[in-house]
């Protein structure tokens, strides 16, 4: 199927500002799912709301849009109801980790499976600029006109504590390593997250003087680096991207499976 | 004819029974008392029939995930008590706006907030209604015995899937933790009403929101050959947001008329005693029960007393009401709260001034002697 198959073109044009890197995450995910020859009708996308929420609005799958932070409990419904349905959860940093955090924590310490795809642009896009869990001390937002003096997340150190059985790391301006990642994490079974760091050049970009998309995609090249690499050991400060975590743990809705099986038997 | 299976059960069981009854098929829930034996009898249940029972981390995700389960085709249910009803306000509001069907217990205790854990109370009737942000309508039923519990559980999956609304179950802890005889209809008996799906044929466009010539909605499950959005947003007939005036009048309406305009249907109660009542107690839940108890000593002592129990409270069965309160001297409602069916009913009868309040809000029962003791002072006989 082409690319554009699995777009509602009816509901384009998106609502994105131009250089939002939440378009290129949407071809991301195209290019996984395509790449992975997935029926449109066993995928499920479930999201929240804000700015990447609406992503599920313009793909031709089963979407659900939902309510704030809560789009991995929805779509916990979605999976154990129906294991044999492939669910992805697009998330911002705050639909995810702040208003959503404990429904993150615990759809990874179930290990359902669930691939949730973190679109982290450090801030809160929707409403305007504000900071969220993720912008980090030092930087400008809305709500922090004086500097932030929030501590952030490290997404990936936190799904790997909360026990997600899959976590990687990417960027906006590393699409090829995007849809793989994409892609490596819809096969895995159990949850799975991938943090893509996008550039919101309207507020995060604006606030903090770092220029338009091009120069925030510029910088991400730059701050980044794959994982284990030597640059990595001469400049502790860059971010590593890659797969961090991938092993082999019981997935939830097949230990489900054995507990009907165990009821059924008529203990 | 197979005989009937008689159970001595807890009236939380009865909800159980008739959920299942019904074909719940996915549970998903958080530990709250007195709503907790619901869960607890549906994790070794539903396996049982290779239906899934989930202990969500909090009540906020109960709610949320029995919305995605229904998504997929399942009859879905949560159970609750009065904090955790006060969380699952928004998605009960998405469930509103969105037309997804499910139940949604609330076996009330005192409140506000952790209130008198646990002591009865009737004091979430408003929050029923009016709990979700923004205008719209809700069903909410109730029972005061366990063979009503039954009965209303199943109508209350009966009217989710035929109106595509979330109903709410409201109980209390009195029935809800009561033990009582519930005789288990027979298959069949009491009819029920299964999802209607849409008969579009795969490649032609389904419209997820486009009503038929009868107002219902069929719908198509997550997984199928349909494909469409669903969204708490106020959204067209394809289920895509949309803020065209014509588009938000039309929505608003609709689910509120498609709720309101069926109340009479919807209108379930028992009365007792009414032919010739001067005096009518208005009652629901458990309260009922004590209303009733004094009525038949009254009764009996030669007054004309009667008892409208109500079971359904929202859409409120205001042509019920004044049905059976048009006649009567004194109406006087029985309840365990400040008085939140009671002023509906004095805005529902001709003569407000002839409607009184029993109640009790102290996290005791009600009892017939309190009811006694009110009537009397109602009818200025003193104490």
């Not at chain 1, 777009?7 to 995910?29: D, S, Y």
């Not at chain 2, 009898?41 to 202990?55: D, E, M």
């Not at chain 2, 919305?67 to 085709?73: K, Q």
Request: proline share 4%; glycine share 10%; charged share 20%.
């Amino acid at each position: 199927m082409a690319v554009q198959d699995y777009i509602r073109k009816r509901f384009f044009p998106h609502l994105w500002c131009a250089g939002c890197g939440h378009g290129i995450v949407l071809n991301g995910m195209i290019r996984a799912v395509e790449k992975l020859g997935m029926s449109r009708n066993e995928i499920v996308m479930v999201s929240g709301i804000g700015c990447s929420s609406r992503i599920s609005g313009y793909m031709d799958f089963h979407t659900l849009h939902t309510i704030h932070g809560r789009a991995l409990a929805f779509a916990t419904g979605v999976k154990l109801s129906m294991p044999d349905l492939n669910v992805i959860v697009p998330m911002g940093d705050g639909d995810a980790l702040s208003i959503g955090g404990n429904h993150f924590i615990h759809a990874a310490r179930r290990n359902i499976d669930i691939t949730a795809i973190v679109m982290n642009n450090r801030i809160y896009g929707m409403t305007g600029g504000q900071y969220s869990p993720l912008t980090g001390p030092g930087m400008m937002a809305t709500t922090a006109p004086y500097t932030n003096i929030d501590q952030g997340f490290d997404i990936v150190q936190m799904a790997t504590a909360a026990g997600a059985t899959f976590v990687a790391r990417t960027t906006t301006y590393h699409v090829q390593q995007m849809a793989e990642l994409i892609r490596a994490a819809i096969l895995h079974e159990g949850f799975s997250v991938v943090e893509i760091m996008s550039q919101c050049p309207t507020y995060f970009g604006r606030k903090n003087k770092q220029g338009g998309a091009v120069e925030m995609m510029q910088r991400m090249k730059t701050m980044t680096t794959p994982i284990g690499s030597t640059a990595k050991q001469a400049n502790p400060e860059l971010i590593e991207r890659g797969i961090f975590v991938q092993v082999d743990k019981p997935e939830y809705c097949r230990e489900y499976d054995r507990i009907i099986e165990r009821a059924m038997g008529g203990a | 004819m197979t005989k009937r299976q008689i159970k001595f059960i807890q009236g939380n069981e009865a909800c159980v029974e008739g959920a299942l009854y019904a074909g719940l098929d996915f549970f998903a829930g958080y530990p709250i008392t007195p709503s907790t034996e619901i869960a607890e009898h549906l994790s070794a249940r539903l396996p049982r029939i290779g239906g899934k029972f989930i202990q969500m981390e909090d009540e906020i995700a109960s709610m949320c995930a029995i919305i995605g389960a229904s998504l997929t085709g399942h009859k879905v249910l949560t159970a609750t008590s009065g904090p955790g009803f006060s969380l699952k306000q928004e998605a009960l509001g998405y469930a509103v706006m969105a037309e997804i069907p499910c139940v949604i217990v609330n076996v009330q205790r005192g409140g506000p907030s952790t209130g008198v854990p646990t002591h009865v109370s009737q004091g979430d009737v408003m929050q029923a209604r009016w709990g979700t942000h923004g205008d719209h309508s809700i069903v909410a039923l109730t029972a005061s015995n366990h063979q009503d519990v039954f009965a209303m559980t199943v109508e209350a999956f009966n009217i989710a899937e035929t109106y595509r609304t979330p109903v709410v179950l409201l109980f209390d802890e009195v029935v809800g933790h009561m033990r009582e005889r519930l005789e288990i209809p027979e298959p069949g008996e009491i009819p029920l009403v299964e999802r209607l799906r849409t008969s579009v044929r795969e490649g032609v466009n389904y419209h997820p929101y486009l009503a038929r010539e009868d107002g219902r909605l069929p719908m198509s499950d997550f997984g199928g050959v349909h494909r469409f959005n669903v969204t708490g947003l106020v959204h067209d007939m394809w289920g895509f947001p949309s803020d065209n005036p014509q588009i938000v009048h039309d929505l608003l309406r609709h689910l509120v008329d498609k709720i309101e305009n069926n109340a009479n249907r919807m209108a379930r109660f028992n009365t007792f005693y009414l032919e010739d009542a001067e005096t009518v107690l208005v009652s629901y839940g458990s309260a009922a029960r004590s209303a009733l108890h004094i009525v038949q000593i009254l009764k009996e002592r030669g007054e004309r007393i009667g008892l409208l129990e109500l079971q359904t409270l929202w859409p409120f069965p205001a042509e019920v009401v004044r049905e059976y309160c048009s006649r009567s001297k004194t109406t006087v409602v029985v309840e365990m709260n400040m008085g939140q069916v009671c002023q509906m009913v004095k805005t529902t009868v001709t003569h407000p001034e002839r409607v009184f309040l029993a109640n009790r809000i102290d996290g005791a029962f009600i009892t017939p002697m309190d009811i006694k003791q009110i009537l009397r002072l109602i009818k200025g006989k003193g104490v």
